[in-house]
């Protein structure tokens, strides 16, 4: 009850924040971006005190998430490929090693993605197709079918990946019937990943017992 409270106490002081410092701070010789708001606000708009603190929050929040960001694939490139299939009996050294390098080359990826990719939204809107595409079908899947294969899903998330990445080239985009010109990936992801995943499926030995039985009946 007190984080849904607090929650919502500070969602409302953050929007407020953002509405009212967009009303002050819109017009003038240089028009505010809707990023910029809250931190221009904190810095023109508020006591001294009061915004160093809130400035200090805004600093906090970016980089808590940015760690949030390249830990989470930093753990997963670790976990669920080196360890499981490049080097299975490493040290905890070793897997130490490993995981701080594979954090910062993601951050210099990251970072160089910020400073070069030309809009940081179509990468998002990239990875949230992605994972509606490619990977929500498979996590269905694996819990209302019987007959799909580890090896399907592979299928599936590659092909909704494929389609996801490529969609919007110029060479991609000659061949489609004209009425998918210009649409979003979702859609055609979608389909080529739920296609893939029953194709490969149906190919591929169905899994075993003991690996049903880890999902109930």
Request: with cysteine; glycine share 6%.
């Amino acid at each position: 009850m007190g984080w849904i409270l607090g929650t919502v106490l500070l969602e409302t002081l953050i929007v407020a924040i953002a509405v009212i410092g967009s009303a002050m701070y819109q017009t003038g010789e240089v028009l505010r971006q809707p990023y910029e708001i809250i931190p221009y606000t904190a810095r023109h708009g508020l006591p001294a005190f009061m915004g160093a603190v809130l400035l200090g929050a805004v600093f906090a929040k970016v980089i808590s998430t940015a760690s949030n960001y390249l830990f989470s694939p930093a753990s997963n490139l670790i976990e669920d490929v080196f360890v499981r299939y490049m080097a299975p009996k490493a040290s905890n050294k070793q897997i130490l090693i490993i995981s701080r390098l594979a954090v910062v080359l993601l951050g210099c990826w990251a970072l160089y993605q910020a400073i070069y990719a030309p809009s940081i939204l179509a990468k998002m809107l990239w990875a949230y197709t992605i994972y509606s595409a490619a990977i929500t079908p498979v996590v269905l899947a694996a819990f209302y079918s019987r007959r799909v294969t580890a090896w399907g899903a592979v299928g599936a998330i590659g092909a909704g990946t494929l389609v996801t990445l490529t969609w919007d080239l110029k060479v991609v985009q000659a061949h489609v019937p004209e009425m998918l010109v210009g649409r979003d990936a979702i859609f055609p992801a979608l389909f080529a990943a739920v296609l893939a995943m029953i194709v490969v499926s149906l190919l591929t030995p169905p899994p075993a017992e003991a690996q049903l039985a880890q999902f109930g009946d």
